[in-house]
DNA sequence: ATTATTTTTGCAACATAGTTGCATTTTTAT
DNA sequence: ATAAAAATGCAACTATGTTGCAAAAATAAT
């Protein structure tokens, strides 16, 4: 984990590295994704962050998280979008998040499996694969 | 394909298995899945129907149609919801629909690769695996 | 075929989610 | 310290989804 201290040092060598403005809302709202061991939605965030950020704030900065590679959405069955912290290969417009995620059917939480890999899929003919989504439901490890 | 007549007759055998009523917002539904090569969501529904049914006559027919295991959800990094039919090993609070998906990045479409199974995947020591969804983006046959 | 019962529909009203323009504030560069 | 650039908050708006209830339609019973 790490000290107070160190995160915040970490959040900022980060923020700086994607050659983003070091800014409360950014530095707080990935603070909430470190210290979380699953995705994040944005109802979440609103609600960790204790009421002080505006709503359009955080739409736009999970946005820019995204398009510099520091978060990943995780597909969904409703109309919710989850978020996760990519690992070090992400960059901007150039995510490398080849890893199974796990719904917990119990304690709803959803988490990036990044041992697992996916599988080789081969498609019909005539097919061109882009990106592999594989999103599996159960129960997690600390809900058996 | 089949004459409208045929359609009809099949969509009207499909909803008195699943034990449902005979209602023209049904049949006009059921018609635009089958007429469709793709997934559709809510709003295909509403502007390909001729806005002729009210919204929340098309959210209670989707949600009737996936608790008879009529239809099946597809999931997606954005907030829409995307929905095919089953095929027929499916039933009420039952669905086998373990093929792949695939997301058109050209045209948008969504498709069932009916005939793409999704292969085997070893999940970490603890979890226990329910169920299973791939979601492939890339290029499609016909736009390739 | 008529009537009674059950189910579905449409409307209104509401709740939640997401977007855009613009003035103010904060951050970064000079 | 000042200027330039970027991010934030607010208001107003659009889109999406939900619930209760009365009217309408479909099915069951007579
Ligand atoms: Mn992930
Ligand atoms: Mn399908
Ligand atoms: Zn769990
Ligand atoms: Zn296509």
Redesign the pocket.
Known sequence: MGTKQQITEKITAL?KDSK???????MKILELFMKSNGALE??DIETQAGQ??????V???L??FLDKGIIHKIPTTD???RYAVCKSECSEHDHHDHHVHFKCESCGTTTCLDETNIPEISLPKGYAMHNVEVVVSGVCKTCK
């Open positions: 923020l983003l403005s070091v800014t409360d809302t950014r944005h109802s002080s950020f505006d709503r359009v704030t739409y736009r900065t946005q820019t109309t919710s979008v």
